[in-house]
């Protein structure tokens, strides 16, 4: 068999799989519920088409139910993978199948561009994603020919091909931007404030200096209205200084990716009731926006009261499993662990508005649960099974069916002949 026909046969088999609806019993966990409940030790969870019926103890399993005995293991929501490309970048080096960025010569800011139009739900990266124990992303778009990328959306990794919540905004802000705004990072807030202008209807749709077609005046009034979360990617703190006093005088709702700086402003962020997703392995200053970078940014804007949710730079979407890493780093310095499986789950829910379906485990959310060998935040223990939906994912990937591949003995042919 084929590597090609390997990634359809996985593809295949999860589709096929994830339609079989169970009901499922998971007795004896410990359930990290990330919500109000907190930590419940030797407790059930029951969930019945798709949807938590109840979390408690010694209840009772429907006789059309598959009984899990946990033995105390840890039992989670599924996991936010971090803002992705996850579904429209298969091979990152292959033009063809990437779909993350637009790049228009004649009219660059397209705010209406939306990536999720592009996803699909067979790529080969979401097994290898879900069977770390991630049931959901935000699915970004990247920066092309404009600091204002276009628009993008949460995505179950379970087969779904469309959202499951509002639309949200993306902005790169900060010297790596400054390319697109005439090589000025001072000109992004020139060129927003016309944006702005136009989406609000104070410059002629006929000016010749417009900036927005008429479908982008549209899309950005939205945001404006408060319909949709604005996420920018920024990380000097004077930057995000400004980004806090653009978003209050326009009345917007923005989130922060990246950050490195932010805790240099964690109380006006808290205060302003900016979420921040952080990569908590940045240390060291990658480049000029990034001077202050610590291990200790997700710890000291929790401290501050700031939400703070986990995303990694660099290939955030083939390498979507090191998300645990980062929340336990934020861990080992100083983030209380509550918090860290928080970042992981319910406070990424929130912030993209689909909090009231997946991210905690309650009765009337969706099953979208993770059994782990031992502490999920511990890169060294693995998620057991995953369930999204209520239904159980298979638990392979194109990288495992690789892997047992040629692991198996050796034929009278080579092993790229085996079946």
Excluded: C
Excluded at 267 to 273: I, V, Y
């Amino acid at each position: 068999m084929t590597v090609k026909k390997l990634a359809l046969a996985a593809a295949l088999a999860s589709t096929s799989f994830a339609a079989l609806a169970q009901d499922v019993l998971i007795r004896n966990a410990t359930v990290h519920t990330a919500g109000t409940q907190g930590t419940l030790k030797n407790a059930d969870v029951l969930v019945r088409n798709g949807v938590v019926q109840a979390v408690g103890t010694a209840l009772a399993a429907p006789a059309t139910a598959t009984v899990v005995e946990a033995d105390g293991r840890p039992l989670t929501p599924a996991f936010f993978g971090g803002i992705t490309e996850i579904g429209i970048e298969e091979v990152s080096g292959e033009s063809s199948t990437v779909d993350a960025a637009v790049t228009l010569e004649d009219q660059p800011m397209r705010p209406e561009f939306d990536v999720t139009l592009a996803y699909n739900p067979a790529s080969v990266v979401i097994p290898v994603a879900r069977v770390e124990g991630i049931g959901f992303t935000l699915l970004a778009a990247a920066t092309g020919g404009s600091f204002i990328a276009g628009q993008g959306g949460v995505m179950r990794l379970d087969g779904s091909a469309d959202p499951v919540g509002p639309r949200a905004l993306f902005v790169r802000l900060g010297g790596g931007a400054s390319e697109l705004s005439g090589k000025s990072r001072a000109a992004q807030w020139m060129l927003l404030d016309q944006m702005v202008a136009e989406a609000r209807g104070r410059v002629p749709v006929d000016s010749p200096h417009a900036l927005l077609t008429p479908a982008g005046r549209a899309t950005l009034a939205r945001y404006l209205a408060g319909n949709g979360r604005i996420v920018v990617a920024v990380n000097r703190a004077a930057d995000i200084r400004q980004l806090l006093r653009w978003a209050q005088r326009e009345n917007v709702r923005i989130a922060i990716a990246g950050g490195a700086e932010a805790w240099k402003l964690a109380p006006q962020l808290a205060q302003a009731k900016v979420p921040v997703f952080v990569d908590a392995l940045a240390d060291l200053p990658a480049d000029f926006d990034q001077i202050g970078a610590t291990l200790e940014n997700a710890a000291r804007l929790d401290a501050a009261g700031v939400g703070v949710g986990f995303s990694q730079a660099g290939d955030a979407s083939h390498n979507a499993r090191k998300i645990r890493q980062l929340a336990g780093n934020a861990v080992a310095n100083g983030l209380p662990w509550e918090d860290g499986l928080a970042g992981l789950t319910r406070v990424p829910a929130e912030t993209f508005g689909v909090g009231d379906r997946v991210g905690t485990i309650a009765p009337g959310k969706l099953a979208d649960l993770v059994l782990w060998s031992g502490d999920p935040l511990d890169v060294a223990h693995t998620a057991q099974q995953v369930w999204l939906g209520g239904r159980a994912m298979p638990m392979r990937s194109r990288q495992t069916e690789l892997r047992d591949r040629y692991l198996q003995q050796a034929g009278p042919l080579p092993r790229a002949y085996s079946k």
